[in-house]
């Protein structure tokens, strides 16, 4: 009889957590494009990746690359875009796995975000890059194929390691019907949303928004949206890059943005970056890992100046 019991209020408890993440899925609604501009679909391994681009096409281009948290999207541009697609041809990718993208229950991968990288970079003639945090490596890698030419860089506090050191358990975990879903739901809470960004991602948590974590929040919720994030969480998302000997190799111009209240990325890694591969860096001041939502009046003059 306790056995009996113990398998039904197993079964209700799984029941109620499913009920409650199907209920959560139905309230958040479709997403809309997070930046002004032409929508547009990029068709690539079978998924629809989406883009938004502004700007005159024959103006040089700019390709603007995300960085990857739980509520990742190419919104993370948002204070920069449309005034950055005065002087150029700007597009904006949300990464496979984010934002209007297909999200697939893929094993996330570097490998598979250096080639979406690679082959959306090539559609273009000599883009310059501005890509943030781990995907800044990505887009580093990507770099070093043939039929990618960089014309310049500007990566906002770069990085090769986004989570710990790789732990099985914990993707799948997040990956886990039911379970996987309740337990990302917590991650990407409104609360954990306003945790994260007050502690590590703005400086000014006030700069962040209340409109802008409600659609981080609502982003965080689509369907198949722990799937990408389960591999970064866990440290699938890593890479083993040398960024020093990589932009070294390459010789492209490259300009380093850093938050000097960055914890996550410090800014000691950037002046160590800075001095072995020479590049200039730009450090502002009371910012953390988003100088370009901060402060976006400054770090437009400061992507014009690398551009230029």
Sequence with gaps: MKLRRAIGLAAAGVGLTAATNAALSKRVGPLEPPLSGAHGTYRWRGMDVSYVEAGNEDDPTLVFLHGINAAGSSGEF?????????????VAPDLPGFGLSDRPALYYSPALYEDFVGDFLAEYDDPAVLASSLTAAYAVTAAERDDVS?????????TPRGGPDPKEWLRELVRAPVVGEALFNVVASRPSIRYFNADHGYYDPEKAGEEWQEYEWRTAHQEGARFAPASFISGYLNTDIDLAEALSALDVPTTLVWGRESDITPLKRGRDLADAADCRLVVFDDAMLLPHVEFPNAFV????????
């Excluded at 697609?85 to 700007?90: F, G, I, K, L, R």
């Excluded at 960089?150 to 770069?158: A, E, G, I, K, T």
């Design 150 to 158: 960089v014309s310049r860089f500007v990566l906002v506090c770069p």
């Design 301 to 308: 003059d400061t992507v014009r100046d690398a551009l230029d």
């Design 78 to 90: 948002r204070e920069v875009f449309s005034t950055l697609a005065e002087d150029y041809h700007v």
